[in-house]
């Protein structure tokens, strides 16, 4: 990964310098880990992406509200509860668990920013919700992030984490991050969260730019089923503590190398939500070139990646390259059949607007593998994008009926 | 019925006077009769709907073609092929079958249409069609209303069918139909055939606003998984042998009460497409009031028809009103969460922006019933919309596996 610039670190979501979390079990699932509390030790710049649901949840709020002035150094957390159409009530809560957050790590309260995920529209037990923060207070340390990565769990059957660290400035700077989300996921913020911690010098703005093109192309760029959800929200936090020269400049070579890193990582945090979708056995990976323009390539990789019949027929290893054809069709970009090209796993299946004859046996193997390769050329332009979902099983339909 | 002035009758898609059909075993499909041929006995007005599809089938060219004058008098049907994404291989196959169509039925070739549907990607078997058309033509008649029903359904477990009568300047006028469609079915005409036959004397311009109409308020409401066909297509033939005066005013009183007898037979149909959605349990209804205007209704009521974690948790009989919230939040509508209420089965769990205690017994009771009613209502206008789709099943994705 030389040339990329950065490399791959342990420590997740705590790998940079400054920054403690903590994880409890405060009884808001019927059992295990629920809540989080992370928190910079320095003031931060701070940035967030949230959904886009006109049903958004009480605490996509105030984190919004928070964050708005481009610092935050306390993120609370629990999973379980959605606090989504709660009305006013679900606000209260919301605004309760900032402050409560701002209290124990002793910062204004318009510092602390809130994430719920859950089932939707039940009042959050908030008697569990205050008894817990003091035991998370006092247990916040370097040393939690594996914890605080299980604790923002739902349908999650691993906990996702990643961090890398790049030289800026002849200082090494680390970005970690921690991400949970597996159903109910859909680009444009869809439930996910994701807390990403950096101990780089970046002014808020510069990070906030960074971060919507990391999220534009990694979280935006997943499907497990197609829904949008109430909760969505990634939150970037920087607080300085690597003491290389502040970045300020979107043009600069140091806020392109550290957008660069932050892109890996919410990509990679995204693959793992995607490889870890709802009852999925398969991982999918639609590649799609020859589009005008990135917005095109990714559009057309959104329409396969949400398309039920192409996600079933993964599940039943069938090269059915026909679906995903459909599924281009029905994209809403202009494609013209005539120029396009479908292969899965490397064989090409339709090329320049006719079916072509394939390998049965070689079709047969490609669909066996744990890991899928769709690619799809629009015949149009030189912009490419890549898109990443898994495979519909009758296990995700169980796990959704109740 | 009788404030709707027009009546149910037997007879399926050839009860209007003039029309005969026929239905084959080609050998298409591994068995059973995969081919339908459709005639009018006198020349018709004729009008089309067709896929929005980009990749759509080689025979809705054909199809858009002939039809535009407004005239066609043969209508030819195979299942068990899509003649999709099959090039221009695929276009000669499609004019093959409308010469075939036409020399068959002593017609000129511009006045046969074309629809098929099945497996995507697959060169159609030509020498199979080609033996079949004359074994269609000798089998011609008005009693295979049934038969034609059956040879055009793929997944289908059960042919759809609907008839009425009215009575238009002193003559009845009767108006027949038969469709297919359990999977693949988006709204924007997603693969869904339907087939429309009246005896009523109309303008082709008149009967295609009509049957644009129609379409909207039914084929366009329903959902069984949210994917556009490459071949969905409506047809409706009109051969004025019932004698009336002529419908040319699209705001006549004939035209409306044709209009609604011809909307009422494709909401019929659109419904039993909804109700045999490829392995559901349950049938759902979604009504969406208080909208600003019937498309913004229309929108909100397809968002939660499509939503898999609401299709699911209906499939588990789980009272989970929070996944219709997210789903109205996600549908694109600038809904006020603090306006919405939302009811399942009559029983509302969401109301002016707040959940509300509900009978936690009479709401598990009526999540185990066949048919689940889900009102939302957006508290802005009074515009309202209806749309259907069914549960999401483990047998869904099963089927749709291979």
């Known amino acids: 990964m030389a040339e990329t610039g950065f490399r791959p670190i342990d420590g997740g979501l705590l790998a940079p310098e400054g920054f403690v979390a903590s994880a409890t079990a405060a009884g808001i699932k019927p059992e295990g880990l629920d809540m989080m509390l992370l928190h910079s030790q320095a003031p931060t710049s701070a940035a967030a992406t949230i959904t886009t649901n006109r049903f958004r949840a009480a605490p996509t709020y105030v984190t919004e509200r928070n964050v708005a002035d481009g610092a935050a150094r306390t993120v609370i ?31 204004p309260a318009a510092e602390a920013l809130v994430c719920s995920t859950g089932r939707i529209g039940i009042h959050l037990p908030m008697d569990r919700v205050e008894a817990a923060v003091p035991r998370l207070a006092e247990a916040l340390s370097p040393e939690n992030a594996h914890e605080a990565a299980r604790a923002i769990m739902t349908t999650d059957t691993v906990p996702k984490e990643c961090a ?26 869809a439930t996910m969260l994701c807390f990403i911690c950096t ?26 089923d197609g829904d949008m959800s109430t909760n969505d929200t990634v939150i970037a936090l920087a607080n300085g503590r690597a003491g290389n020269a502040t970045i300020t400049d979107p043009d ?20 793992k939500i995607a490889r870890d979708g709802e009852g999925s056995s398969k991982f999918v990976e639609i590649r799609v070139t020859g589009g005008d323009t990135w917005h095109q390539a990714r559009d057309v990789g959104r329409a396969v990646s949400r398309y039920n019949l192409v996600k079933t027929c993964i599940f039943g290893e069938d090269f059915n390259w026909g679906r995903i054809a459909a599924a281009v069709g029905a994209s809403g970009v202009p494609v013209d059949p005539a120029r396009c ?9 339709f090329s320049d607007g006719q079916p072509v004859d394939y390998d049965l046996e070689a079709a047969a193997e490609v669909m066996t593998r744990d890991e899928i390769e769709i690619h799809v050329d629009l015949g149009m332009g030189d912009a490419e994008a890549v898109c990443w979902t898994c495979d519909m099983t009758p296990e995700y339909v169980k796990l959704n009926a109740h």
Chains 1, 2 share one sequence.
């Open 77 to 107: 957390v629990n999973s379980g509860n959605a606090n989504a159409a709660t009305g006013p009530q679900g606000m209260v809560a919301a605004e309760r668990m900032a402050e409560l957050a701002a209290e124990a790590t002793g910062v």
């Open 164 to 189: 890398v660290e790049l030289e800026l400035s002849g200082k090494t700077v680390r970005i970690g991050g921690a991400a949970k989300g597996a159903g109910m996921i859909l680009p444009n913020m």
């Open 199 to 224: 101990d780089a010098a970046i002014e808020a703005s510069a990070l906030g730019g960074a971060l919507r093109e990391a999220v534009a192309r990694s979280f935006n760029c997943i499907s497990v």
């Open 252 to 271: 600069g070579p140091d806020y392109q190398r550290f957008a660069q890193a932050l892109t890996h990582v919410a990509e990679d945090l995204a693959k």
């Open 341 to 349: 090209s479908i292969a899965i796993g490397g064989i090409t299946a």
